[in-house]
């Protein structure tokens, strides 16, 4: 080989270094931010973000004066045209006049349509919320999209579910009985119990109250799993379609002590596995299960490793099959959020960088969506919420909550956080 052949052939493989198994090694680590809106006083919370088979990015979220006590919540959303450096007019993607709407989500399906999923809820309480889906083919032009599909989705646990609530009220009641003992402190878990027992052995009660959070799952392109979660109840469940919406059956419930808003991701083995919110007593950490079944039933809830101040988190998969999660990593407050990334399926991870991370009293950053754009690189929406020093408007009224979107790649994240 001459000196000159050697020379052309490792130029050639220092071309093509960065698209091969040395791709990780040769990124450059970026990231970059920006609010979808400017600040303003209104509330704006839960976003859901994916990618259009354009490239264009749209991000929906819940806009109103509060959910719990005001009727004028209503969804929006936004476009981030491919390349542009700017986000576009927000617009209306649902509103029911009268009604609350909240805690949306959106997936793009294995035809290319766009699903928005979310509770209106009917009389101001968590256990009033009516599930929805719309389904839109034609949503890449400016503005709303043109909706073909609007129904309520129907979510019916059997019986069973009735049984399962109060086998798992009882051993609480019996645990918290044992740990604080007391007359006072007795009634209180008996009525606990009782009125559980009631409202899970009714017919409606059981049907209502059910909301997203994150990213619906498609099993094998054919499957959608649409994970959701009661407050009512303080636990999660599956709502699972084989036919893209035409019916849907529910999973047997996953119950443990106050998980909610659960999570998705694919082991190899085709195992799935979510982690879920902790809305229960301390410690607090997401809490997890596994499915072998597609969905079907669930594993006995347990704690994972990871912190968590009863926030919302998610968690997906890379196509190198790393795994993702974002979320507020600790105990108390949520003011910190980070993303972690795992090379070993969730055994452990190795690295972890935090997207945001302030004084406890300086803000809220919660309630993440994340997702893997066709170019490998990662996007994240969430809330943000200034809390200390936030200016005011005329009326007094602060300045104080916008969506955020956050663009960065693995590499950024195994840098770690700046020392």
């Known amino acids: 080989m001459t000196k000159n052949l050697r020379f052309h052939l490792l130029v050639l493989a220092a071309m093509l ?4 198994g040395g791709a990780a090694a040769a990124e ?3 990231h970059t931010a920006e609010l979808i809106f400017p600040l303003e006083h209104w509330h ?4 859901c973000i994916v990618e259009a088979p354009n490239g264009d990015l749209i991000v929906c979220w819940f806009h109103g004066s509060g959910e719990r006590k005001e009727d004028d919540v209503k969804i929006e959303g936004a476009r981030l045209r491919k390349g542009a450096k700017a986000w576009g007019a927000r617009f209306t993607m649902a509103d029911t006049p009268g009604y609350p709407d909240t805690n949306c989500c959106l997936f793009i399906d294995p035809q290319g349509r766009l699903w928005l999923m979310w509770p209106t809820i009917l009389a101001n309480t968590w256990e009033s919320a009516l599930m929805k889906y719309r389904i839109a083919s034609d949503y890449l032009r400016d503005g709303p999209p043109r909706w073909e599909v609007n129904e309520v989705m129907h979510v019916t646990p059997g019986p069973e579910f009735g049984h399962a609530i109060t086998n798992v009220t009882e051993r609480a009641a019996a645990t918290f009985g044992a740990s604080s003992p007391g007359a006072e402190h007795g009634q209180r878990l008996a009525a606990w119990v009782a009125s559980l027992r009631l409202q899970a052995a009714d017919k409606l009660t059981r049907r209502l109250g059910w909301f ?6 498609v099993l094998d392109g054919k499957r959608l799993i ?3 979660y009661s407050d009512g109840f303080s636990v999660s469940l599956m709502n699972i379609s084989d036919d893209w919406g035409q019916t849907w059956h529910t999973s047997a419930p996953i119950i443990g002590l106050g998980n909610i808003q659960p999570s998705i991701v694919q082991r190899k083995d085709g195992s799935l596995y979510t982690l879920m919110r902790d809305n229960g007593p301390p410690p607090k950490r997401l809490m997890q299960s596994e499915s072998r079944d597609r969905g079907e039933t669930w594993s006995p809830v ?17 196509r190198n099959g790393h795994w993702m999660l974002i979320n507020n990593d600790t105990e108390r407050g949520r003011h910190s959020l980070a993303v972690s990334i795992s090379d070993d399926e969730g055994k452990t991870w190795k690295w972890k960088r935090h997207l945001e991370l302030t004084a406890e009293d300086a803000g809220r950053y919660h309630y993440p969506s994340i997702m893997q754009a066709k170019d490998g690189t990662l996007h994240a929406s969430y809330s943000y919420h200034v809390e200390k020093n936030a200016p005011k408007d005329a009326q007094g009224r602060p ?3 916008a969506i955020k979107h956050a663009h960065f790649n693995e590499a950024w994240v195994q840098q770690g956080d700046p020392r």
Do not use: M, Q, W, Y
Request: hydrophobic fraction near 30%.
């Open 302 to 318: 347990t704690d994972s490793e990871h912190p968590n101040s009863g926030c919302g988190a998610e968690i997906t998969s890379l």
């Open 17 to 20: 270094l960065p698209f091969g």
């Open 28 to 30: 450059r680590p970026f």
């Open 399 to 401: 300045i104080a909550k």
């Open 212 to 217: 997203t959070r994150a990213h619906p799952f």
């Open 226 to 228: 649409v994970p959701l």
């Open 44 to 47: 704006n919370h839960g976003s």
